[in-house]
């Protein structure tokens, strides 16, 4: 496991990210449904034969917090503070936009841990500044991918989720959308931006803690004297083999590993402008 800085450490030692109350949003699970899904993640790692992992999760408590990175309890205090800290630094919440970018690698199933997640964020930050964009904070996310209709194999697809400030932008969508191509993507829409509204759930959804298994179908339509293809996309629960693979990787790139930060520093409390 990567070990979790100092400033992790000191931030999270902070019990209020692991209650209820301010911030909270929609899709934010409670304590108590956090606290389930850490046991139902031990019980599977235990099934699994994952002894170490299974031991630390199982040890997550007030005041000893494992700060494991498949911890659902440690990943929910880690949204918490993080929208909290980001939605301070990130105003008038006007100039910026929720970009969405799925990235140019992707792993088959069994070989997410051969995925560098550092390289995969560096990668992001190199065209983030090739694009001339200003801050931008969010996090790395996964969802696995199957596709029922077509002999492609099932893979784990990482994307990432940004909250990035709207100066300049003709110029930086212009590379990234040059750099993350949809040649190399299976959802219709790899890159998706949109103007933030300001709600905390954007921010919270970075490093949201649950993740989607998705089935992409085509379909045929006959609509206006054609035959139209269709792609459809529907969600579903990982099964146990992808959330033994998911967990072990969490836990192997650690909290921090998900985070992206551009133009952004850990500075004591939460972040700051990079100078
Ligand atoms: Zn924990």
Same mark, same amino acid.
């Given at each position: 496991?990567?070990?979790?800085?100092? $400033?992790?450490?000191?931030?999270?030692?902070?019990?209020?990210w692991?209650?209820?109350?301010?911030?909270?949003?929609?899709?934010l699970?409670?304590?108590?449904?956090a606290?389930?899904?850490?046991?139902?993640?031990?019980?599977?790692?235990?099934?699994?034969r994952?002894p170490?992992?299974?031991?630390?999760?199982?040890?997550?408590?007030?005041?000893?917090?494992?700060?494991?990175?498949c911890?659902?309890?440690?990943?929910?205090?880690?949204?918490?503070?993080?929208?909290?800290?980001?939605?301070?630094?990130?105003t008038?919440?006007?100039?910026?936009d929720v970009?969405?970018i799925?990235?140019?690698?992707?792993?088959?199933?069994?070989?997410?841990?051969?995925?560098?997640?550092?390289?995969?964020?560096?990668?992001?930050?190199?065209?983030?500044?090739?694009?001339?964009a200003?801050?931008?904070?969010?996090?790395?996310?996964?969802?696995?991918?199957?596709?029922?209709?077509?002999d492609?194999?099932?893979?784990?697809?990482?994307h990432?989720?940004?909250?990035?400030?709207?100066?300049n932008?003709?110029? $930086?969508?212009?590379?990234?959308?040059?750099?993350?191509?949809?040649?190399?993507?299976?959802?219709?829409?790899?890159?998706?931006?949109?103007p933030?509204?300001g709600?905390?759930?954007?921010?919270?959804?970075?490093?949201?803690?649950?993740?989607?298994?998705?089935?992409?179908?085509?379909t045929?339509?006959?609509?206006?004297?054609?035959?139209?293809?269709c792609k459809?996309?529907?969600?579903?629960?990982?099964?146990?083999?992808?959330?033994?693979?998911l967990?072990?990787?969490?836990?192997?790139?650690?909290?921090?590993?998900?985070?992206?930060?551009?133009?952004?520093?850990?500075a004591?409390?939460?972040?700051?402008?990079?100078?």
């Open positions: 496991m990567n070990t979790p800085s100092p $400033w992790l450490a000191k931030n999270l030692a902070d019990e209020r692991f209650g209820e109350g301010q911030p909270n949003w929609k899709h699970p409670s304590v108590e449904k606290q389930i899904e850490r046991l139902k993640r031990v019980r599977l790692l235990k099934k699994h994952h170490e992992l299974m031991t630390a999760l199982a040890a997550c408590a007030p005041g000893k917090r494992c700060l494991s990175g911890c659902p309890e440690c990943g929910r205090a880690m949204q918490r503070f993080v929208a909290t800290k980001a939605s301070q630094l990130l008038p919440y006007n100039e910026y970009a969405s799925i990235g140019r690698t992707q792993r088959l199933q069994g070989n997410l841990r051969t995925l560098p997640a550092a390289k995969f964020r560096d990668h992001l930050l190199r065209t983030l500044r090739r694009g001339r200003g801050l931008a904070l969010g996090g790395i996310d996964f969802s696995f991918n199957e596709f029922p209709a077509t492609r194999l099932a893979r784990w697809v990482p990432f989720w940004l909250l990035i400030h709207n100066a932008r003709p110029r $930086w969508e212009r590379v990234v959308r040059e750099t993350y191509l949809a040649k190399a993507l299976i959802r219709p829409r790899p890159i998706r931006i949109d933030w509204d709600n905390i759930e954007a921010l919270g959804y970075a490093l949201k803690t649950k993740f989607d298994r998705r089935i992409s179908k085509v045929y339509r006959f609509a206006r004297g054609k035959v139209r293809e459809n996309t529907t969600s579903d629960r990982l099964r146990a083999n992808e959330r033994v693979e967990f072990l990787y969490l836990h192997e790139i650690g909290l921090e590993g998900r985070l992206v930060l551009f133009e952004v520093t850990k004591r409390g939460g972040f700051d402008v990079a100078s």
